[in-house]
């Protein structure tokens, strides 16, 4: 990559534009359009003008905003429109929706009326529903055309749609009767009705729908296109693979997040975030965080008497708090990833709490055998080690059992278990944590017996 | 889709088959697969037997290991020789690394010898290589071909291509000369050369690629397939874009496993996971956890004094450390995803830590302000709420320095920064956060001063 940024550096500066343009045939437009961020803007506006015009509309779609902006603002009338006359429908509504709006108005100048009225349309759907993502540039077949009529339809109609691969049959009143792909239409005799060699079995997506589904259908049903219907079931646009993918990795991104207690924030890569919007997304979770800990800390402070008279009790707090955390957490976190994917429905909650109640059972006998010994060797002190193991199992199982119920409780409370369920997750064991260790030492150690 | 298993239901206790093949007619393969995990063993037979050929085989790929084991040993010869001659290459791979030697041999029995030496070749591609990923049945045209030889080439070939949709262009050798579309080839000219409409801006992946990074390439190029080349240059194979996203998704959850402290393990749905499965990915980061959060009570028991002295300083331990557990792993928590997606790069060190320190110092300053507050309330003394104001301030902007610099290092060290930095960075940080509590502490509170 940077080689090849160097390269393109060098034919700048022998001013050998025919040769770089030569060079940029053989280069990706996803690559080309990643290079723009490391030229100078005069650098990028020349190279632009050097793509062939259907590369030039691709690396257009690739661009972030501030550089497509900057483009914009230095392209002739006549080298806009021939861009916007490449873009896709659903890529100049996303153009659209991030340019200040006298950009704006000088892209919708270069735009036929009817396509305005679509765009129009598009824009009024909500903003992560299925119809402000979808297409309305697909090819529809009739279910009495030959496979020939069909082929010749795709060939006068295909150059503007958004893609030729998966047709749709549609009945007078636009409902879908059947999906067809190029594969079959082509190795399939000239004169078979459409009708006879559709697939039936038809996934739709309504044009409300949460663009989090559209991505989960996606991804369940390995389609190249699916089809998006109003709500009288009429098609009105595709939605095709590609924007699925950038849905999926946004959420994906966007759970890591709430996991680590962050709050959403715009899709700005890292470095390019301001101080100010990181802070404002990082600062929520850690105040309710921290006002939530003093809690624990009350409960604590109850226990003064217990760690004024053995005051190594007070050292082994890092080791019981940390481990029912980290035994909440694992299991929080499979659970919630396993709602997520739709491996555990709230139905199965019996299932996964008995599962859970097993697996805490041997891991913290586990630690408790270890701890036991360890604590053993370091104090020859019996009783503190029965104190230590015991709390520890016993920690161990509760944090695992809240760890799987709680986030099915925020579910079954038609809440977000990755937004709610952290928080209260910690405080809730970490509270639990020191209840059973100082109830567990006050029962057993003599010394603090009244 | 309860709905459609209880009509089947009804259809089995109706005896209705014919109407059961009708209805099933209507419903995607992948809902198919998922609705056998419902159903009776000889009702999947049934079932399995009406299904058109073509929808049989989509079915079966689908399906989970042991539910296509159980297929096999039913199925007569013909019937196995069906399914087999409909799957592609790379599936019927992926069956056979999953069946026990008996089913493999039979199925091997009805594999052509051409087949079963490309099979044999696959197999011994590392596990998570493109090599394994990929199949070898793919459409290549030549150069000098025009737009109708090729589309002739597709149809004779394509029923047995996994893909029909991107073709590649080959020289002599096998190197790949150009890629080209079948929507470009539908839509150019018949008479046009092949090597004129051709794109030269070839993404290639190497056989050994690792299949992490497979996915990442399909993720940056939004291709539908890519092809695969051997060490030297010649084309091999391709993967499609469906497989690629089953490996992102794999990827995806691995990483977070990772990130809540547990270890890698099958791909098994979490309920069909055994309990000690589950107990064997989630001991080891407890015990290392616990053990080495002892070294953090070892240091806490150094400032028994202090806390003998005012008890109510061990009542904050909680809101300390936990402030500063979740500072750091808001922290590490983005700038690992900023290095998987390629957002940050080890040379943007210095620019993250300086990001960081301000982000850090703006947080912890409103965390002191909050907090100084509060305990003043309660407590009415200034010593401590300026304590607890410091602590905080402090570590905060060293968990957030060491939640970033961490991730870095051990990514700069070649290990995956996911895995080796979360129990570090725990236990890296509840020291820092003791040590600085304790110190602070010790130098302001008039009684501590010795």
């Given at each position: 990559m940077e080689e090849k940024v160097d390269a393109i550096k060098q034919y700048f500066q022998n001013k050998d534009y025919s040769q770089l343009k030569e060079y940029l045939r053989d280069i990706n437009s996803v690559d080309i359009s990643s290079m723009f961020d490391e030229l100078k803007d005069e650098e990028i506006i020349v190279m632009y003008r050097l793509l062939e015009k259907e590369k030039a509309a691709e690396v257009f779609t690739e661009l972030d905003s501030d550089i497509q902006e900057k483009l914009i603002s230095v392209l002739t009338d006549k080298e806009l429109k021939d861009v916007i006359n490449e873009l896709y429908i659903d890529d100049t509504v996303d153009i659209i929706e991030e340019m200040p709006s006298n950009v704006v108005k000088r892209i919708l100048k270069h735009i036929t009326p009817e396509d305005r009225q679509i765009i129009n349309k598009l824009l009024?759907?909500?903003?992560?529903?299925a119809g402000s993502m979808m297409t309305t540039e697909f090819i529809d077949l009739k279910e009495n055309m030959t496979v020939e009529e069909a082929l010749a339809k795709i060939k006068k109609i295909g150059v503007d749609s958004e893609t030729v691969y998966t047709c749709y049959v549609l009945s007078?009143?636009?409902?879908?009767m059947g999906v067809i792909t190029l594969e079959k239409l082509l190795l399939a005799d000239l004169n078979t009705k459409i009708s006879e060699i559709m697939d039936q079995s038809i996934i739709k997506i309504n044009t409300l729908e949460d663009q989090e589904n559209v991505a989960k259908m996606f991804d369940k049903y390995d389609e190249y296109a699916l089809p998006v219907v109003d709500k009288e079931d009429r098609l009105v646009g595709i939605i095709t693979v590609d924007d699925a993918l950038d849905i999926l990795k946004e959420e994906q991104e966007e759970d890591f997040e709430k996991m680590a207690a962050i709050m959403p924030s715009s899709d700005d890569p890292y470095l390019k975030k301001s101080v100010f919007e990181h802070v404002k997304s990082r600062i929520g979770w850690l105040l309710i965080l921290m006002l939530s800990a003093t809690l624990t800390g009350t409960i604590l402070s109850k226990y003064e008497d217990a760690f004024a008279t053995v005051?190594?009790?007070?050292?082994f707090i890092p080791m019981v708090m940390g481990t029912a955390g980290n035994s909440g957490q694992q299991t929080s976190t499979i659970i919630i990833r396993a709602m997520a994917t739709e491996e555990v429905s709230l139905s199965d909650w019996l299932k996964v709490l008995w599962k859970e109640i097993r697996v805490g059972t041997l891991v913290g006998l586990a630690l408790l055998i270890v701890n036991m010994i360890r604590i053993y060797i370091q104090y020859q002190d019996f009783e503190l080690s029965l104190v230590l193991g015991i709390t520890l199992i016993l920690t161990v199982i509760v944090s695992k059992a809240i760890g799987c119920m709680l986030p099915m409780l925020v579910k079954k409370l038609k809440k977000d278990p990755a937004v709610v369920a952290a928080p209260l997750l910690t405080t809730v064991i970490d509270l639990c944590a020191i209840v059973i260790y100082f109830q567990v030492a006050t029962s057993i150690i003599a010394e603090l017996k009244h």
């Open positions: 009024q759907y909500p903003e992560d529903s007078t009143t636009r409902r879908i005051g190594l009790l007070v050292s």
